[in-house]
C-alpha cells in the first residue's frame, strides 16, 4: 500500500449543487454577469499604471526569461518603504498565503503550539497543523473581546511550547483591529516568551489606524504582504515575507519558488506601489461608502446586526442568527440571483452558523444590487 503523505491537506466542501470546491469557482469566474463579493477581492481599479505595465511587460515578451528568485530588488525596495521597514530583510513570493504556508514550515517544530482565532483565515490552522503539535483556535465572536484576538486572551492560552501567535490585522472575516496600546503588548510578550508573532496584513490599507508588530518587536515579529487586495491583484499571486534577516535567511532554505515569482505580477506590483497616491483615495472612499450602504440596510432588519463596525477591511459579517435564517440558505438565494458571497463556515469552525460574510470594494451599484436582493431574500427565507 502507498502510504499516505505527512502533511494532508484539508479537504474543501463543494457547495450546494457542486462535486468540488474547484467546479464552484470555476463557475462563478466564467459567469461574467456574478457580483463578486465572496473573497474579499478588490474590483475598484480602472485602466491605470497597474494594468500598463503588466500590459508592456507582456508586449515586450519580458516574461520569456525568469526573474530574480527572491524577487526584484526595486520591488523589495518599494515594499520596504511602504511600510517604513528599510532596516528588514525580505523574500518576495507568490501572495500571502505562500508566505504563511513558508513561515510555519520554517519556524514550527512537532513540540510546538500554534494560537490563531476563531473566526480567522482558516487556512492558517491548516498550515500550522501540519508543523506543529496543536493549534489553538481561541473564540473570538464577542463584544467582551471587541471581536478580535487579545493580549489577555493570548496569555490565558499560551504556554512554554507556543511559538508562533498569529494576528490577522485587519480580521478576515471580521474587520477588527489592533490598537497602539495593544500591538506594544502583543509585542511585549513575544519579547518576554522568545516568540513570534505572525502579523498578516494584507488588508492594512484599508484600515483608519494601523500599526505593525515590527515597530514594537522587530526581532520576533515577521510581517506577511499581499497585493491582493488594495492593488486588486489577487489573480496575479504575489506578496512578501519582511522580517530580521536571521529570520528571513532561514526562510531563504525551503523557498518552493527557486526561480522566482511571476514576473509580470512583479510588474504590476512595482507600478502598484509607485503610483499609490494616484488611485489609493477612490477606492478608500468608495469602499467606505459602500460599507455604509450595507449597514443602513442591516440596520433596518430586526434580529440581524453586523458585529464589527466599521470593519476596517473591505468586508463584513451580516450576523443572522436573531433572524432565524441559517447563513447558508442567504448564500444560495444570493448566488441564484447572481450575487457570490460566502458563508460563515469558510471562517470560523464554531461560529459558521451564525453569520456570511460580504466584500464590498466593487462599484457602488453593485453594492446597491445586493442590499435590494437582501431584503428580497430576507423576506423570502423568513417565509420558507
Not at 503588548?185 to 508573532?197: G, P, R
Not at 535567511?249 to 527557486?258: F, H
Not at 477606492?283 to 430586526?302: A, C, H, L, S
Request: charged letters at 25%.
Amino acid at each position: 500500500m502507498i502510504p499516505t503523505k505527512k502533511y494532508a491537506k484539508a479537504a474543501k466542501i463543494a457547495p450546494k449543487g457542486f462535486d468540488t470546491a474547484n467546479e464552484f469557482f470555476e463557475f462563478v469566474f466564467n459567469d461574467k454577469e456574478i457580483i463578486w463579493m465572496g473573497q474579499n477581492t478588490n474590483h475598484l481599479h480602472k485602466e491605470n499604471q497597474i494594468r500598463d505595465a503588466m500590459l508592456s511587460c507582456v508586449e515586450s515578451r519580458e516574461y520569456a526569461k525568469y526573474p530574480p528568485p527572491e524577487g526584484f530588488p526595486e520591488l523589495k525596495k518599494l515594499i520596504l518603504k511602504d511600510l517604513n521597514l528599510e532596516d528588514s530583510d525580505i523574500l518576495i513570493t507568490a501572495g500571502g498565503t505562500e508566505s504563511l504556508y513558508l513561515c510555519m514550515n520554517d519556524i514550527l517544530e512537532p513540540h510546538n503550539n500554534v494560537i490563531t482565532c476563531d473566526p480567522g483565515y482558516l487556512i492558517i490552522d491548516n498550515f500550522a497543523s501540519r508543523f506543529a503539535n496543536e493549534v489553538r483556535s481561541v473564540p473570538i465572536y464577542s463584544s467582551e473581546n471587541g471581536y478580535k484576538l487579545t493580549p489577555e486572551l493570548v496569555r490565558a492560552n499560551m504556554d512554554e511550547n507556543t511559538k508562533i501567535v498569529v494576528l490577522i490585522d485587519p480580521l478576515n472575516p471580521l474587520g477588527s483591529s489592533y490598537t497602539e496600546e495593544e500591538m506594544k503588548e502583543f509585542a511585549e510578550i513575544a519579547e518576554e516568551n522568545d516568540i513570534y508573532l505572525l502579523h498578516d496584513i494584507t488588508y492594512k490599507d484599508f484600515a483608519r489606524k494601523h500599526f505593525l508588530a515590527a515597530d514594537y518587536a522587530p526581532d520576533h515579529a515577521i510581517t506577511i504582504y499581499s497585493f491582493s487586495k488594495i492593488c486588486g491583484m489577487a489573480g496575479l499571486r504575489i506578496g512578501s515575507i519582511i522580517g530580521a534577516s536571521n529570520i528571513i535567511s532561514s526562510v531563504r532554505t525551503i523557498l518552493i519558488n527557486d526561480l522566482g515569482t511571476n514576473l509580470i505580477a512583479q510588474a504590476g506590483a512595482i507600478a502598484a506601489l509607485k503610483s499609490k497616491d494616484d488611485w489609493i483615495k477612490e477606492v478608500i472612499t468608495t469602499t467606505r461608502n459602500n460599507q455604509k450602504i450595507i449597514k443602513e440596510v442591516v440596520d433596518e432588519i430586526p434580529g440581524a446586526f453586523i458585529p464589527v463596525y466599521p470593519s476596517e477591511g473591505n468586508m463584513l459579517a451580516i450576523d443572522l442568527k436573531g433572524t432565524g435564517i441559517n447563513p447558508t440558505e442567504m448564500v444560495e438565494y444570493l448566488l441564484e440571483r447572481k450575487i457570490f458571497v460566502r458563508q460563515g463556515t469558510y471562517t470560523s469552525n464554531r461560529f459558521g452558523d451564525n453569520y456570511f460574510r460580504v466584500s464590498f470594494s466593487i462599484p457602488e451599484e453593485q453594492v446597491r444590487t445586493f442590499v435590494k436582493e437582501f431584503r428580497k431574500a430576507i423576506d423570502f427565507l423568513r417565509k420558507n
